[in-house]
């Protein structure tokens, strides 16, 4: 059974930046891997996403431009760099990998039915 822990979920003001980690304990049969959230009150949603072997990425129109997905295989680590963050960012973020794409559906719109979580990291934003 594939595991995935996130860190570096924490408190920070309006502006700042924080990076978050996803280590997996195996990445053998990822397709892709990413970033949903939820936020206080409201569903789940869709942040970011990249494919493990060829490095496409995927975002968010409410992120595109502040955050940055990346990957780096030989830690078999996921990252989510965020910049200029807002108080609306705050959330509950998740980490998920998924060992398939189904034909026809694309990575963010497939990723909600994804193989494997991780148990969240908290990110909060005081204004």
């Known amino acids: 059974q594939v595991q995935l822990e996130e860190s570096g979920g924490g408190l920070v003001q309006a502006g700042d930046s924080l990076r978050l980690s996803c280590l997996a304990s195996d990445t053998y049969s990822f397709y892709g891997m990413g970033w949903l959230r939820q936020a206080p009150g409201k569903e789940r949603e869709f942040v970011a996403a990249?494919?493990?072997?060829?490095?496409?990425?995927y975002y968010a129109d409410s992120v595109k431009g502040r955050f940055t997905i990346s990957r780096d295989s030989a830690k078999a680590t996921m990252y989510l760099q965020m910049d200029s963050l807002t108080p609306e960012d705050t959330a509950v973020y998740y980490c998920g990998a998924t060992s398939e794409l189904p034909e026809g559906r694309t990575l963010p719109q497939y990723f909600a039915g994804a193989n494997y979580w991780g148990k969240g990291a908290m990110v909060t934003v005081s204004s």
């Open positions: 990249i494919t493990w072997s060829a490095g496409i990425t």
